[in-house]
């Protein structure tokens, strides 16, 4: 029997593009996103034998405010948004935002698409499946959305209908052959 590998997918704490519904950029986290994550005090259970967090400010800020030190993992930087990158949503033509919203294979801010961003997930999920290992990684919800839909041979159709709050904690667990999601996504502070 192969050993089981436990990845849970921390998001990072909010920042003022979340809050005011724009497309990020590398910024840190905002006040009340501090907060949040002084609150939360730690992650629950066993200790993780590997961090990993996403190579952006604030994914590396809620690592250190969650008292892990983690390595960067490019695979788990945030979609990357191109020309619209720090731009307000409603900035948009209605048609090229609702483009975006409804064609995984959009490109037309000159960034990722959704298939994309799947496919650099579904790679790195490939990667770590079978070490046996406890890990932990802070991210952001676009890819802990990657990995629920990898983890669930879902269509990258989907991925717009799956909610991901800012530091909330998802589950994942390898065991060969396949990623299972394991319960609910929950978040670590209120």
């Known amino acids: 029997m192969s050993p ?35 609150k939360a005090g730690g992650l629950p259970g066993p200790e993780p034998s590997a961090v990993y967090h996403a190579p952006e400010l604030r994914a590396a800020q809620t690592t ?8 960067p993992e490019p695979a788990l930087r945030e979609l990357e ?23 995984p294979e959009f490109r037309g801010h000159g ?18 499946a079978g070490r046996g290992e406890r890990i932990v990684a802070v991210t952001h919800p676009a890819v802990v959305r990657a990995a629920i839909l990898c983890t669930l041979s879902a269509p990258p159709e989907s991925f717009w209908r799956i909610d991901i709050l800012p530091l909330s904690a998802t589950t994942l667990h390898y065991r060969a052959p396949a990623w299972t999601l394991r319960a609910t996504a929950h978040e670590l502070a209120d």
């Open 4 to 38: 089981v590998t436990r990845l849970t997918l921390v998001t990072h704490a909010l920042t003022d593009a979340v809050q005011a519904a724009r497309f990020p950029a590398d910024e840190p986290l905002n006040a009340l996103g501090e907060r949040s994550v002084e």
């Open 64 to 71: 250190r405010s969650l008292s892990l030190d983690g390595t």
């Open 81 to 103: 948004s191109g020309e619209w990158s720090g731009r307000p949503m409603d900035s948009l033509a209605p048609e090229r935002l609702m483009g975006w919203l409804t064609d």
């Open 111 to 128: 960034g990722e698409s959704i298939t994309d961003l799947i496919e650099r997930v579904r790679a790195w999920l490939g990667d770590i």
